[in-house]
């Protein structure tokens, strides 16, 4: 398994693409955002935690169908299969080099754009910890939403089609820490059920993505 | 005698056919008398006015929009579990009539709060739940249709139909955190204090009897259709075998 991850890994990085560009977007959109409101810095703070978690989402929609899409098409995926680790392991293993190569460096990115968008400085620290929480969760649903599409050729807006949906729940509670961070609230309730939803989801969804794939390769 | 004699298409079919009419009957009977009913014989509410009478049509809807999901939940765990096409063909043909009345509530819910809350839309929790319903619908009716083979098509929608089950469940009370609602509690409640009036009550629940039946009846007739289409591709099949034998 830690061979898998080494491999997918190596692949994010050397085959360029998946690893940079989620974080290039997710500049961009903080770019883009101050363009569209206006520059007025309480606007901006307002609207900051939203926005982050919103970019960071989208950030990892853009990699999502590269998951499983090579290893498709080269029929690596069917070696996989017949490999002796189960499928629900190769799954996780998937979701979790994702989120190495897209959620860890969100996360470590958010705050530079937290200071573009004006974000409390007391909110900071309460962004990182949402985005680290949160993120795996994204990772993991979206595994799910590329074994379903696997098999299509256009998958990609099917895919985002399916996937977004399925983020609203983490969405609302990663936001709201932070809102409530940037308020000086108790974020308490929010982390609590953040932190529920991606242990559920990285307990349960890898069984639900290895059914979808296994389907997908009947 | 079992219910699963059913799953058989033949006896599906021979059993269902004569139904239909009879089922489509009564929802119009149903519909019919209870929308004559509750848009003509009952008084205007005292503050609400006539705009009240929204209510035979919005709250079946919604109340149709959910159970349908349900539904399509119980359809899909009998078709993976006991792999019966009838059960898998069900919820396929169910889904455009859950998306539909998901519309049908949201565009009544507008036009009534237009006047009532002075605004179309407002980002309330039973709302947003709705609307992120309607958007599960999308993707289960987008996946249908993207994938060609129907088996594959069947078992990768049923898997998308448990998991996003629980995501559904799960945006509601998410929603319910993220903000307050400006939408009125449940609309029928067992409480004899939390009733609305008799007058609305009853043609209310003749409109729900009726929007159920509806189901039930373009349910059974799109599954007909989907079982026909089935027999159609696979005689074409058969055909295009024999030709190429001689």
Not at chain 2, 211 to 232: K, Q, S, W, Y
Request: net charge positive; charged share 10%.
């Amino acid at each position: 398994m830690i061979a898998l991850l080494a491999r997918d890994l190596r692949l994010a990085i050397r085959a360029g693409g998946g690893f940079g560009l989620g974080l290039a977007f997710f500049l961009i959109l903080a770019v883009l955002v101050p363009l569209g409101v206006g520059p007025d810095p309480q606007v901006l703070a307002r609207i900051a935690p939203g926005v982050l978690w919103v970019g960071a989402l989208l950030a990892c929609l853009l990699s999502l169908d590269r998951i499983f899409a090579l290893d498709w098409e080269d029929g690596s995926l069917d070696l996989l299969a017949t490999a002796p680790i189960p499928m629900e392991g190769v799954v996780a293993i998937k979701a979790a080099a994702h989120w190495i190569t897209t959620g860890l460096p969100l996360t470590l990115a958010a705050p530079v754009l937290g200071v573009l968008l004006n974000l409390a400085p007391a909110a900071q620290g309460w962004l990182v910890l949402s985005l680290l929480l949160g993120t795996p969760a994204l990772s993991v649903i979206g595994t799910f939403g590329a074994a379903l599409t696997v098999g299509l050729r256009r998958g990609g807006l099917l895919l985002s089609l399916l996937v977004l949906p399925l983020y609203v729940p983490t969405l609302i509670y990663g936001a709201s820490v932070v809102t409530r961070g940037a308020e000086g609230l108790s974020t308490a309730t929010p982390l609590a059920l953040l932190a529920g939803i991606t242990l559920g989801a990285a307990a349960l969804l890898p069984f639900a993505s290895a059914a979808a794939i296994r389907i997908n390769l009947r | 005698m079992s219910l699963w004699e059913y799953a058989n298409p033949k006896k599906f079919m021979d059993t269902t056919g004569p139904l239909v009419p009879w089922v489509a009957g009564a929802a119009a009977v149903a519909m019919a008398t209870g929308l004559i009913w509750g848009f003509f014989l009952t008084p205007d509410d005292f503050r609400q006015g006539s705009t009240v009478r929204i209510v035979f049509i919005h709250v079946p809807a919604a109340m149709m929009a959910i159970n349908i999901w349900v539904m399509m939940l119980v359809t899909s765990l009998v078709w993976l579990i006991r792999r019966h096409h009838v059960s898998a063909l069900a919820a396929k043909a169910a889904a455009p009539i859950g998306l539909a009345m998901t519309v049908i509530a949201l565009i009544t819910g507008g036009l009534w709060g237009q006047p009532m809350w002075g605004t179309w839309w407002v980002w309330d929790p039973r709302l947003t739940s709705f609307l992120v319903l309607c958007l599960f619908y999308i993707g289960y009716i987008a996946l249908w249709q993207a994938i060609e083979d129907p088996d594959t098509a069947a078992d990768l929608t049923a898997v998308l139909c448990l998991v996003g089950s629980v995501f559904a469940l799960m945006s509601r009370y998410a929603v319910f955190f993220w903000s307050q609602g400006l939408h009125q509690g449940a609309s029928l409640s067992v409480q004899a204090g939390e009733r609305m009036a008799a007058d609305y009550r009853y043609p209310l629940y003749l409109c729900m009897v009726a929007f159920g039946l509806l189901f039930v009846a373009l349910v059974l007739v799109g599954t007909r259709t989907e079982i026909r289409a089935r027999r159609m591709k696979a005689l074409e099949a058969r055909a295009r075998m024999t030709q190429g034998l001689t």
